[in-house]
């Protein structure tokens, strides 16, 4: 029974939350996060990605880095750009972005439900990404970025979440992608707050849905912190880190698509040819986006192809019938070469949020310089197949799912 517990959240003051909210600090590059910084004194970057207010040969990983965002922090508390709530509470966090609305629980996860499985995780994590977060979080004894989690629909918590959403939220704004977002404090003595953990304790595992690596790195943080104080009790705010938690029928998962660089010493046609094994193949007049499981979309030699895969491929199997599987199993791996998804730099991973035009440039650009690549478009994984994978305590390949709207770092801080 997973533990969701209130906290004492530090927060933007109501007039400084539009300016201060920012996408995750793994959506910039380190030249990128300096232009945000440099176009918004107040953007949160400047504390999630501290090397942003030091000279480009300053280390991102230097030690200063990271002090320089604690003391951030510290002079916009101060300052009252950010404020700490005196009482332990939970938010609503609600995101419009193209005419739909998620709306998710914010509070504070259990370390134990995460070592324990309660949190189910479907993706591995890979160490060198988890040391920049393990440092940031450890040295501002903070969580800065919330765990995306996902729960199966509760109507207990629909009718909470509807009712409170009838008051005055605490945020209302606009960012520059046209997503709102809007936020809800609930008081901390009343019967919505007694129930919501109540609720959630009743239920058998919630799902990491995004942030992987940002949730292992809170969670090593908190096991140093108990090999620390080996006298804790289990109540530290170590314990416990930052989540949103929204119910899986209000999520979106957008396509996550591949270019490979190379035909592993094929021509084209002898791709083709390999390809027509497992898959129907039809050439396309233009481009052309899955609109179901089983179909992938794939350009190249300045040509879109439908490649539908036979039924025979699918077995049953949660994790070997994803789409992303077939794909890496059936043409990545037997005839492009590609072995290892997680390490392979012939393979470029684009989220479909950019849409098939980026994939189309791609390719047609490696062309014009004399290099051979290929993109394929997926249909996206669902949040039943995840929730499935997860079930069975199964892992996705390497960049199943791309989620949107990215939830905003800045609007709720944990100290720990």
């Given at each position: ?166 008051g005055q939220p605490l945020y209302d704004f606009t960012s520059e992608d046209g997503i709102r977002h809007q936020v809800w404090r609930l008081e901390a003595a009343s019967e919505a707050t007694e129930r919501i953990g109540e609720i959630f304790s009743r239920l058998d595992r919630v799902y990491i849905a995004d942030g992987h690596h940002r949730a ?201």
């Amino acid at each position: 029974m997973p533990v969701i517990r209130p906290f004492k959240c530090v927060r933007p003051a109501e007039d400084k939350a539009s300016a201060i909210a920012a996408l995750p600090y793994d959506v910039y590059n380190r030249k990128e996060a300096k232009e945000v910084v440099k176009n918004n004194a107040l953007s949160f970057l400047k504390i999630d990605r501290g090397e942003t207010q030091f000279p480009d040969d300053v280390d991102m990983y230097s030690t200063l880095v990271y002090e320089r965002a604690r003391q951030t922090l510290e002079e916009m508390l101060k300052e009252g750009s950010f404020v700490m709530e005196e009482e332990a509470c939970y938010f609503l966090y609600a995101l419009t972005y193209d005419g739909q609305t998620q709306t998710g629980i914010v509070g504070c996860a259990s370390v134990d439900d995460y070592l324990n499985g309660k949190i189910c995780r479907h993706e591995n994590t890979k160490e060198d990404k988890e040391q920049d977060r393990i440092r940031h979080v450890d040295t501002m004894n903070a969580q800065t970025g919330p765990i995306f989690l996902a729960y199966r629909r509760q109507q207990e918590l629909e009718d909470i979440v509807c009712k409170v959403k009838e008051g005055q939220p605490l945020y209302d704004f606009t960012s520059e992608d046209g997503i709102r977002h809007q936020v809800w404090r609930l008081e901390a003595a009343s019967e919505a707050t007694e129930r919501i953990g109540e609720i959630f304790s009743r239920l058998d595992r919630v799902y990491i849905a995004d942030g992987h690596h940002r949730a292992a790195s809170a969670v090593k943080v908190g096991l140093k912190r108990r090999r620390e104080y080996p006298d804790y009790d289990g109540t530290e705010e170590f314990n416990y880190f930052l989540s949103v938690l929204f119910p899986e029928n209000e999520l979106r998962i957008f396509d996550y698509n591949r270019v490979v660089t190379g035909q592993n010493g094929l021509t084209f046609q002898e791709l083709l040819e390999g390809i027509q094994k497992n898959f129907h193949i039809e050439e396309q007049a233009s481009m052309f986006r899955p609109a179901h499981k089983g179909d992938i979309g794939m350009y190249g030699n300045g040509r879109w192809y439908r490649l539908s895969a036979h039924e025979e491929l699918y077995t049953g199997d949660p994790v070997e019938d994803l789409d992303v599987s077939v794909l890496q199993n059936k043409i990545l791996e037997p005839l492009l070469g590609i072995l290892n998804p997680k390490a392979e730099p012939r393979l470029t991973f684009v989220g479909g949020i950019r849409g098939l035009d980026e994939l189309k440039r791609l390719v047609d650009e490696a062309g014009q310089a004399g290099e051979e690549k290929i993109a394929f478009a997926m249909y996206p994984t669902s949040m039943e197949e995840l929730l499935a994978v997860a079930d069975c305590g199964r892992l996705m390949p390497p960049k199943s799912t791309w989620f949107e709207p990215k939830l905003r770092s800045g609007l709720f801080i944990h100290m720990i």
